[in-house]
């Protein structure tokens, strides 16, 4: 409770895999669980220097924020499916595609920025959340993600790296069928 870094690690790696398999029990994809179990520890933290923990409780109360993160998550992500829906359908991607192009090439440059969109809106918030800052209007580099978000350089680009990998497969899957 006196806020010494060696003791949180310490109860972070005793406790990190109940939080991980707690969530998986929730039907959250692993990756997605790693990253919430990691926020769990950063917001328990954030929680004990600001004096509102009276007392730990491990694992249940990592677990209890875990759920909680999760069911927050869930409604994030519906609610951001249901306004993408929208927002694509309105899109106008005249900027992203040939201005030249025809109806029949239009359509499928449509179809093809909905599939990514919808693709990159099923990874995990914190995977969406760098990618935009680096891909985004912004255009932020690695290492200023990296600070904002803390996280290390490293991370940022294995973030980056799995979401475009998870973008290619999705557009290859649509092109083979």
Known sequence: ?????????????RHSHRVVVSLLA???PLETA???TQE????LIRQQREGRLRELRMPGLAIAQAAWLAREAQRTQRRRNAIMGETIAQADITGLVDHEAGPEQLACDRERLELVTSELWRCPERSQQVFLAVYGAT???HTDVARRMGLSTQR????ICEVRARLRLALERTEES
Do not use: K, N, T
């Not at 409770?1 to 790696?13: K, T, V, Y």
């Open 1 to 13: 409770m006196q806020g010494d870094a060696d003791a949180w690690g310490e109860l972070a790696r």
């Open 156 to 159: 940022v680009r294995q973030i």
């Open 40 to 43: 769990v520890w950063i917001r």
């Open 139 to 141: 255009g932020e580099s």
């Open 34 to 36: 790693e990253d919430l």
């Open 26 to 28: 929730f039907g959250i």
